[in-house]
């Protein structure tokens, strides 16, 4: 909500005194005068939680029946619209309007929903708005508006806000207290912080947390420890404070030391592990504590399930993912639209897709990030005609197209080769959605022409760029070139990205690839070196196959699988009868100089077949066999995995860091295209 919207529904002036909801009219002779104050709050906390319709119903019957006069009536209403569950803001700010000098329960009550509703910068104007009035605020108008502040960055106006706070005698308060403290910290003003903290009497435990959080939210975490070591007091919010920042601050592994030096935690702490390793990356980890928790038999919150789906989903551990869903159902919790699109994108990224489309379909209330989950998993999936179709009901149901929207039907045009109708979408983005392509979108244009081989078209888009390209842009270029073979470009592409991202390994493996593919061996050796000395190492290829709720991790080289034996020994038998079937290695995909023989050797034990090797010794004949790799399937263990689908007569789904390959009866869902 721009600030001129904002002033323009606030200063609304045009509106008829009696605001009247869609459908109800309030054209009366009499109030009805014989209901009470009490059967219209009744009605109002209990009749409209869950329902608009009911709850503009009950806003006809409080103007008719006179009670909007009372500020506890108008506050309760007011309260009802602003509930972020009817998203209702800009009718609870009309209601508001026509109260006649409100009193600071309803200020109070609006400039919490507005908060409730994300609109913090909407929450400081209405502060000012207070203000102007002559309204004086109490303790509880305070640590919203210093929230508020913090979240808008508004440090100017905050301390006018803690000026307030002095001259109205609130200092003493512990949650004013609190709220000033973590919004002074945020700000990065610690002496400020500490000063608020010392002053006016000792501060409670509650005070030393916001300090903590505060100070770990502008990232200083020299500040952080010595206010927690400092502490004359701790509990589990102390520590909780410290894991949640740390994370936040990506120091996984000092957020974990915390966490296991806890000798008391709750569902608080263990979320805030679980969370962390997540958006670190770091998903087996995720659920290994996740099973950690569950011995202890604690059970988990609907926001540390919705973490827990997004690294099931990113290391494809279908099995835990299942016994969530069940869980979820089991004790009846409410399938919300952020857990509802963490459960489909887990079935999606786990290759269910029709265990993703069921979710969505009994989805109750979905947001336009749950019908982009849906998009991009048929994308990945290589359904084009789905994801267009789905794309063409969203509109249909008065869901407005974002900027991810357009990057998944773009990546949907590119994956399927649709080259002329990816263009289209694009150039219509301004027009038909209202917004220009950021660099995103262009970048999946280039990787669109790039992969159908018009690389001096991807090349002069990228030239024509009304922003400066970034190395995502010039990295699908340099995809396209190892595709296609395009030695030179790729080779101008790559020095440049070099240049542009010179710690990120795979821009150089890429260009190695290039190169090696080219047979330039001179040029490979000379990329080595240069990692060698950047002290750059290559990321190893990986693969996962979940079993039985247990991850099993493979890559080339290592031997650490218990039944490691067992596998080379499956993986010469496949091996065997592969080379029954006319398989022969593609030799071009082994990027080193050496014989045929150890090229040969050196394509046999690439992760994907040894996870697919341990698949079929440890699954029933039949069964689907779930991969997922980290990095590109390549063209070998493509062309392999096609055979042993036949071979073996088994669907084998792999997911590596581009799509979703599904394989069956010798052929693949790509084809051959990816």
């Known amino acids: 909500m721009s600030l001129s919207t904002i002033t323009a529904i606030t200063t609304t002036t045009n509106l008829p005194y009696q605001f009247k909801p869609e459908g109800f009219s309030t054209e009366t002779s009499t109030p009805t005068s014989h209901l009470s104050q009490k059967t219209i709050l009744s009605i109002l906390n209990t ?39 009817f998203k209702n803001l800009d009718i609870a700010l009309k209601v508001f309007d026509q109260v006649p000098k409100p009193n600071v329960f309803l200020w109070n009550i ?51 806000v803690h000026a307030h706070v002095v001259k109205h005698q609130f200092s003493s308060d512990g949650h004013v207290k609190s709220a000033g403290i973590q919004m002074y910290a945020s700000f990065g003003y610690v002496d400020e912080a500490r000063r608020m903290l010392h002053e006016a009497g000792d501060s409670d435990v509650i005070c030393w947390n916001a300090m903590i959080d505060g100070c770990l939210k502008f990232g200083n975490v020299e500040a952080a420890k010595e206010a927690f070591e400092a502490m004359p007091r701790r509990n589990v919010g102390s520590w909780n404070a410290m894991i949640s920042g740390f994370a936040r601050c990506g120091m996984v592994d000092a957020a974990r030391e ?18 962390g390793y997540v958006k670190e990356g770091y998903f087996k980890e995720a659920l290994e504590v996740f099973y950690l928790m569950q011995r202890e038999e604690i059970k988990p919150g609907k926001f540390m399930l919705s973490s827990v789906l997004a690294a ?85 149901k008065k869901f407005k197209p974002d900027k991810i929207t357009l990057v998944n039907i773009l990546n949907t045009c590119a994956h399927a080769g649709l080259v002329d ?62 595709i296609h073979g395009d030695v030179e470009l790729g080779e101008r592409i790559g020095k440049m990205l070099l240049e542009l991202e010179p710690h990120n390994s795979g821009r150089y493996a890429l260009l190695s690839n290039i190169y090696a593919k080219a047979g330039k061996w001179k040029d490979v050796e000379n990329v080595r070196k240069l990692m060698k000395q950047r002290g750059i190492k290559t990321i190893p290829g990986i693969s996962m196959i979940d079993l039985d709720g247990t991850v099993h991790e493979f890559k080339m080289g290592d031997g650490s699988h218990p039944q490691m034996k067992d596998i080379y020994l499956m993986l010469e038998k496949i091996i065997e009868k592969l080379r029954i079937e006319g398989y022969s290695p593609n030799t071009t995909q082994v990027l080193f100089d050496i014989s045929e023989e150890e090229k040969e050797t050196e394509l046999q034990y690439h992760s994907e ?31 392999a995995t096609k055979l042993i689908s036949q071979i073996y007569n088994r669907d084998i789904v792999v997911r590596d860091r581009v799509r979703y390959h599904h394989f069956r009866n010798g052929k693949c869902s790509c084809k051959d295209f990816w």
């Open 421 to 482: 109708k990816g263009i289209r979408i694009f150039s219509s983005m301004n027009r038909l959605y209202g917004f220009e392509p950021e660099v995103e979108h262009y970048g999946c244009i280039v990787d669109l022409l790039g992969r159908a081989g018009l690389l001096a078209d991807a090349e002069d888009l990228i030239s024509s760029m009304p922003m400066r390209p970034n190395a995502a842009v010039f990295g699908a270029l340099l995809g396209a070139c190892k």
């Open 47 to 85: 009749k409209c939680i869950n329902s608009l319709h009911h709850l503009r119903q009950a806003h006809a019957l409080v103007l008719k029946s006179g009670h909007f006069q009372d500020h506890y009536v108008a506050g309760t209403l007011v309260k009802c619209y602003v509930n972020p569950y």
């Open 609 to 639: 077949k040894l996870a697919m090797a341990f698949g079929l010794l440890n699954t029933t004949p039949g069964t689907t066999i779930r991969i997922v790799k980290n990095l590109r399937v390549c063209e070998d263990c493509h062309s």
């Open 258 to 275: 915390f966490f296991d030096g806890m000798s008391e935690r709750d569902e608080i702490s263990w979320t805030a592990i679980i969370d």
């Open 312 to 396: 099931c989903a990113n290391v494809g551990a279908f099995d835990q993912g299942r016994w969530i869903h069940a869980y979820v159902e089991r004790n009846s919790i409410r399938l919300d639209a952020v857990l509802g699109t963490a459960l489909l994108d887990m079935y999606a990224k786990c290759g269910r897709l029709d265990l993703a489309w069921d979710v969505f379909e009994k989805m109750k209330h979905k947001e336009t990030f749950t019908w982009n989950a849906m998009i991009g998993g048929l994308a990945m999936h290589g359904r084009a005609d789905d994801a267009f179709e789905l794309f063409s009901k969203m509109q249909w």
């Open 110 to 160: 609006l400039i919490k929903g507005c908060l409730q509703n994300n609109e913090p910068l909407l929450v400081v104007l209405l502060y000012c708005q207070m203000v102007a009035a002559n309204c004086r605020p109490n303790k509880f108008t305070f640590p919203a508006v210093f929230k508020a502040c913090n979240l808008v960055q508004a440090a100017k106006e905050g301390v006018q």
